[in-house]
């Protein structure tokens, strides 16, 4: 296992503004690690899509995963939650800018599941198509002065891929936190990935 996620440097390492850690691997796939001690942006932008597909296999801990598809021609007084999408500019690396795009959308009911450590799944490419995914916290650990952190790891496969631009939707009437650097936190980066390393091997 190690020699198929380890990363063939520690400058792939980045932190996602959404809390998780980023890592490319020898492979060409990557791994994200989730850790309460990672910092996160200010406005959350969890919502997003994909231009590839991917196969995704929990290594440690649990996830909540909610796909979405997206209402066109929404009213602006409509009672739904509404959002401005965004697409994701380059800049350094793999870091990006988020910059809007188009009108005000919604979203429909989420298809929502629950991922245990150990499970597999699957993403297929459609643009068309919206998740989030969060890490599953114990409460009962958090509670406990004793414990320090909380980890969950995932390992993707990418898989088909279009060169379509990525798009996140932003709560309309909020900016993105576009001043958040995913390489500027180098030191709990490679912390948090060293320690991941240490339990998957």
Not at 113 to 123: A, H, I, R
Request: overall charge neutral; aromatic content about 12%.
């Amino acid at each position: 296992m190690r020699n198929k996620i380890l990363p063939a440097h520690q400058a792939s390492l980045r932190v996602h503004g959404n809390g998780f850690l980023q890592a490319e691997t020898r492979c060409g796939n990557k791994f994200h690690v989730w850790d309460t001690r990672l910092p996160q942006q200010k406005v959350r932008t969890f919502k997003h899509n994909h231009n590839h597909g991917f196969e995704s296999t929990l290594l440690i801990g649990d996830l909540t995963w909610m796909e979405f598809e997206v209402i066109k021609n929404v009213h602006p007084e409509s009672p739904i939650y509404l959002y401005t999408p965004h697409q994701c500019i380059p800049r350094e690396g793999k870091d990006t800018r988020l910059e809007p795009i188009g009108s005000t959308v919604g979203l429909t009911i989420p298809r929502e599941f629950f991922l245990k450590q150990g499970s597999t799944y699957t993403w297929l490419l459609n643009m068309n198509m919206y998740h989030e995914v969060h890490p599953v916290w114990s409460a009962a650990d958090v509670a406990d002065a004793k414990f320090v952190y909380q980890r969950v790891v995932t390992f993707i496969e990418r898989r088909e891929y279009c060169d379509e631009i990525p798009t996140v939707l932003v709560p309309r009437g909020t900016r993105p936190d576009n001043d958040f650097n995913r390489y500027a936190f180098e030191e709990i980066a490679v912390q948090v990935y060293e320690e991941a390393m240490e339990r998957i091997v």
